[in-house]
């Protein structure tokens, strides 16, 4: 079993449209929570980074974290064909070493 | 403020070679990551370097290496390729490391054949 479970999509939403982007994970050392947004033949671009349960909320992106189910998410309101790409979560725990998902495939049609 | 640049951005080696990679991090940043990126495996942790020193290290055989400089600046090398090496190497930096974000370059895509 992974120690971060992500739902690899594709997903496709129409423009305007809110998607919700989920990770699971099992190592409960893991305290620091990151999303990453990634296109075609580019490096990982960090989106929003979290150490904390809650949400935390960056221009049309919220970061949602319960450490009690393990869980976080990704919610991106008002979707843009521009927000095509692949999401990816990240997560450590002391250390630096980032464990990340598999990332999932996000399609916005125009 | 200049991002993470790696060099070069596409390599074709043999199998049985070796490679070197570069990173240099953005300006200030002592923390240097690498990570290899595949689409059977995804992104994975090879190791990380601070202050010249190997930090953490991920698990990937001993033909996976790396050093850093006095300035920061890091490489990965890669003895005895082998086709599964084919990867797209990206390195990440952060100012100290612990529990900091981290900030990726646009990768180095090896191609093994």
């Known amino acids: 079993q992974k120690e971060v479970e992500q739902d690899p999509g594709p997903l496709s939403v129409p423009e305007g449209a809110i998607v919700s982007l989920n990770c699971t994970y099992s190592n409960s050392a893991f305290q620091y929570f990151m999303w990453y947004r990634q296109y075609s033949r580019k490096g990982p671009e960090l989106l929003m980074y979290t150490y904390s349960s809650g949400n935390k909320e960056d221009g049309r992106f919220t970061a949602q974290v319960d450490k009690s189910s393990k869980y976080i998410s990704l919610f991106i309101r008002d979707s843009q064909p521009s927000d095509s790409a692949t999401y990816l979560c990240?997560?450590?725990?002391?250390?630096?070493?980032?464990?990340f998902g598999a990332g999932t495939i996000l399609r916005v049609k125009s | 403020k200049a991002g993470v640049t790696q060099t070069p951005r596409y390599l074709i080696k043999t199998r049985g070679q070796q490679v070197t990679l570069s990173c240099s991090p953005i300006?200030?940043?002592?923390?240097v990551s690498w990570y290899q990126q595949t689409p059977g495996q995804g992104l994975q942790f090879l190791f990380e370097?601070?202050?010249?020193?190997?930090?953490n290290k991920g698990n990937f055989p001993g033909r996976f290496s790396g050093r850093q400089f006095s300035n920061s600046r890091s490489e990965m090398n890669v003895s005895t390729l082998e086709l599964g090496d084919s990867a797209l190497y990206l390195c990440?930096?952060?100012?100290?490391?612990?529990?900091?974000?981290?900030?990726f370059g646009p990768g180095t895509r090896l191609t093994v054949t």
């Open positions: 300006s200030g940043h002592r923390s």
């Open positions: 990440a930096s952060a100012p100290e490391g612990f529990r900091d974000e981290q900030y």
């Open positions: 370097y601070f202050s010249e020193t190997q930090r």
């Open positions: 990240a997560m450590t725990g002391w250390g630096n070493k980032l464990v």
